[in-house]
């Protein structure tokens, strides 16, 4: 899924945005819209065994990445300070379980849920940069929170239960941005030393599934194999199309694109798959979509 570490380009505001800079966030936020649909097609693989080839495959993806942008020596040189390992550990442990919340969420007939998640991720990291940045909340903000904050309560009636999917996926998303804000790695760096601090737990994992009698590359044919190397694409390719898009829009362009992958998770859920929805749930992201709405207006009338 978005890496937020690029919201310190919300001061650049231009009067036209680049067509390419549009092009690389639709591309980003539409792929992680539809990208529920990818893992229905490797499910029968496994979440766990997915999410554990996601971390080999990106890694297979990004060291290239890494070279042919000239990147590499000063990535190596950034692996050997304890403060970029530190700080990159506890966002791969976050970005861990995410990733894997998303994927059994979306294998298990939870993608409205997931959608409602990061419907509030932008509410949510609004309210972390003022409860631990000391950023300060205007008066919309508030309205917006608040009107989160009820449509979380809403979901939770109708649910029987807390929201949990969605919690977890808007707070270790939301935490991540925080944790990559203090790293001094871009997007292609900072996720290659995530994959490779995770790469030795996920291949014990294979390995032990491997022998447990469960076949990490799926039947073994073609499309499985395929589909499993494509994990490395399918996770890289939008991040680097987020991260064109975020050093030449508009945040407040960027804040309204973003908005894209919860609508997709959400129709892909409701339209393709027959999740239900229920009258109560509706109500639900009622609140959500109206505390999105002055969230945008505050935004755009903050451009202006």
């Not at 409860?131 to 009107?147: N, P």
């Not at 944790?179 to 760096?189: I, K």
Request: include cysteine; glycine fraction near 12%; charge should be positive.
């Amino acid at each position: 899924m978005m890496d937020p570490c690029f919201k310190g380009a919300s001061n650049l505001f231009m009067s036209r945005p680049s067509s390419s800079a549009v092009l690389s966030a639709i591309l980003a936020f539409g792929t992680w819209g539809i990208v529920p649909v990818y893992w229905k097609w490797i499910g029968h693989v496994g979440a766990d065994i997915a999410v554990a080839q996601r971390v080999v495959w990106t890694l297979a993806m990004t060291l290239p990445l890494l070279l042919m942008r000239g990147e590499w020596q000063s990535w190596w040189r950034e692996l050997r300070q304890g403060r970029v390992i530190r700080t990159h550990a506890l966002a791969a442990g976050l970005l861990g379980v995410n990733w894997g919340t998303f994927v059994w969420s979306a294998l298990h007939g939870h993608l409205v849920e997931c959608s409602l998640g990061y419907f509030l991720n932008p509410l949510l990291n609004v309210l972390i940069g003022c409860v631990l940045l000391g950023e300060k909340l205007s008066r919309w903000q508030k309205v917006s929170i608040a009107l989160a904050g009820c449509g979380v309560g809403v979901q939770m009636v109708a649910a029987g239960r807390p929201p949990w999917i969605a919690l977890v996926l808007a707070f270790t998303f939301g935490f991540y941005g925080l944790v990559r804000r203090r790293s001094v790695q871009g997007p292609l760096a900072g996720l290659a030393t995530e994959s490779i601090l995770a790469l030795p737990l996920a291949l014990l994992f294979l390995v032990w599934t491997q022998f447990q009698g469960r076949d990490v590359f799926g039947d073994g044919g073609a499309r499985d194999v395929s589909l499993v190397m494509g994990l490395g694409v399918v996770t890289t390719v939008p991040l680097l199309g987020f991260a064109h898009a975020a050093r030449h829009l508009p945040f407040s362009l960027l804040g309204l694109l973003q908005f894209l992958a919860p609508t997709g998770q959400f129709l892909l859920g409701v339209l393709a798959y027959g999740e239900p929805l229920s009258p109560l749930s509706l109500i639900a992201f009622g609140f959500i979509w109206s505390a999105i709405a002055v969230f945008c207006t505050d935004l755009l009338r903050k451009a202006n």
